[in-house]
Protein backbone atom coordinates (compact mmCIF):
# COMPACT_ATOMS: atom_id res chain seq x y z
CA UNK A 1 0.00 0.00 0.00
CA UNK A 2 1.55 3.41 -1.19
CA UNK A 3 0.38 6.58 0.34
CA UNK A 4 0.91 10.85 -0.90
CA UNK A 5 0.60 12.93 1.52
CA UNK A 6 0.70 16.59 1.15
CA UNK A 7 1.06 19.31 3.57
CA UNK A 8 1.83 23.33 2.98
CA UNK A 9 -1.36 24.81 1.40
CA UNK A 10 -2.85 27.54 3.02
CA UNK A 11 -4.57 30.82 2.50
CA UNK A 12 -2.01 33.82 1.41
CA UNK A 13 -1.99 37.28 0.02
CA UNK A 14 -0.91 37.95 -3.64
CA UNK A 15 2.48 38.52 -3.99
CA UNK A 16 2.90 36.06 -1.03
CA UNK A 17 4.70 32.31 -1.34
CA UNK A 18 3.89 29.19 -0.30
CA UNK A 19 5.85 25.59 0.03
CA UNK A 20 3.84 22.67 -0.77
CA UNK A 21 5.51 19.31 0.65
CA UNK A 22 4.54 15.55 -0.74
CA UNK A 23 5.70 12.74 0.78
CA UNK A 24 5.20 9.15 -0.10
CA UNK A 25 4.91 6.21 1.96
CA UNK A 26 4.29 2.22 1.90
CA UNK A 27 5.64 -0.13 0.41
CA UNK A 28 8.26 1.62 -2.51
CA UNK A 29 10.82 -0.51 -4.44
CA UNK A 30 11.32 2.59 -6.82
CA UNK A 31 9.81 6.03 -7.92
CA UNK A 32 10.11 7.50 -11.38
CA UNK A 33 8.33 11.05 -11.77
CA UNK A 34 6.70 12.94 -9.40
CA UNK A 35 4.62 15.50 -10.78
CA UNK A 36 1.90 18.87 -9.48
CA UNK A 37 -1.30 19.20 -10.44
CA UNK A 38 -3.99 21.65 -9.60
CA UNK A 39 -7.91 21.79 -10.19
CA UNK A 40 -9.20 25.37 -9.62
CA UNK A 41 -13.12 26.21 -9.28
CA UNK A 42 -14.75 24.89 -12.51
CA UNK A 43 -11.31 24.03 -14.05
CA UNK A 44 -10.13 20.66 -15.39
CA UNK A 45 -7.22 19.69 -13.57
CA UNK A 46 -3.83 21.03 -15.12
CA UNK A 47 -0.41 20.30 -14.97
CA UNK A 48 1.90 21.92 -12.97
CA UNK A 49 4.91 20.59 -12.58
CA UNK A 50 7.29 17.55 -13.04
CA UNK A 51 10.24 16.13 -11.90
CA UNK A 52 11.48 13.31 -13.98
CA UNK A 53 13.74 10.22 -11.77
CA UNK A 54 16.25 11.81 -14.66
CA UNK A 55 16.27 14.70 -12.48
CA UNK A 56 14.31 16.81 -15.29
CA UNK A 57 12.00 19.51 -14.57
CA UNK A 58 9.00 20.91 -16.42
CA UNK A 59 6.91 23.45 -16.26
CA UNK A 60 3.79 24.74 -17.14
CA UNK A 61 3.86 28.09 -18.87
CA UNK A 62 1.63 30.16 -16.70
CA UNK A 63 3.48 29.09 -13.59
CA UNK A 64 7.45 29.64 -15.43
CA UNK A 65 9.97 32.00 -13.14
CA UNK A 66 7.55 31.58 -10.12
CA UNK A 67 7.04 27.76 -9.03
CA UNK A 68 10.15 25.48 -8.20
CA UNK A 69 9.80 21.79 -8.30
CA UNK A 70 12.55 19.65 -6.19
CA UNK A 71 12.45 16.41 -4.88
CA UNK A 72 14.65 14.66 -1.85
CA UNK A 73 14.91 11.00 -2.91
CA UNK A 74 15.96 9.98 0.39
CA UNK A 75 12.83 11.05 2.29
CA UNK A 76 10.43 10.31 -1.08
CA UNK A 77 9.62 13.49 -0.98
CA UNK A 78 8.58 16.09 -3.36
CA UNK A 79 8.32 19.80 -2.84
CA UNK A 80 6.50 22.45 -4.97
CA UNK A 81 8.00 26.12 -4.08
CA UNK A 82 5.40 28.44 -5.60
CA UNK A 83 6.87 32.40 -5.39
CA UNK A 84 5.10 35.53 -6.54
CA UNK A 85 1.24 34.12 -6.24
CA UNK A 86 -2.04 34.94 -8.19
CA UNK A 87 -5.11 34.87 -7.37
CA UNK A 88 -5.88 32.87 -10.59
CA UNK A 89 -3.30 30.20 -8.82
CA UNK A 90 -6.16 29.46 -6.51
CA UNK A 91 -6.95 25.66 -6.71
CA UNK A 92 -6.73 22.13 -5.23
CA UNK A 93 -2.90 21.12 -5.72
CA UNK A 94 -2.18 17.72 -6.11
CA UNK A 95 0.57 15.28 -6.10
CA UNK A 96 1.11 12.69 -8.38
CA UNK A 97 3.93 9.80 -8.73
CA UNK A 98 5.03 6.64 -10.31
CA UNK A 99 5.85 4.37 -8.49
CA UNK A 100 6.77 0.34 -8.37
CA UNK A 101 5.82 -1.08 -5.25
CA UNK A 102 8.31 -4.34 -5.72
CA UNK A 103 10.70 -5.51 -7.67
CA UNK A 104 9.83 -6.52 -11.20
CA UNK A 105 6.59 -4.49 -10.64
CA UNK A 106 5.73 -2.44 -13.37
CA UNK A 107 5.31 1.04 -12.10
CA UNK A 108 1.20 2.49 -10.84
CA UNK A 109 0.48 6.12 -10.33
CA UNK A 110 -0.74 7.22 -7.21
CA UNK A 111 -2.28 10.42 -6.21
CA UNK A 112 -2.85 12.30 -2.87
CA UNK A 113 -5.37 13.70 -1.50
CA UNK A 114 -4.96 17.57 -2.49
CA UNK A 115 -4.48 20.75 -0.44
CA UNK A 116 -6.03 23.88 -1.04
CA UNK A 117 -4.03 27.28 -1.84
CA UNK A 118 -5.82 30.37 -1.99
CA UNK A 119 -4.50 33.43 -3.04
CA UNK A 120 -6.84 36.65 -1.99
CA UNK A 121 -6.59 40.03 -4.04
Known amino acids: QVQLVESGGGLVQAGGSLRLSCAAS????????MCWYRQGPGKQRELVAT???????NYADSVKGRFTISRDNAKNTVYLEMNSLKPEDTSVYYC???????????????WGQGTQVTVSS
Open 96 to 110: NAAIAGRRYDSLHVY
Open 26 to 33: GSIFSLAA
Open 51 to 57: FTSGGNT
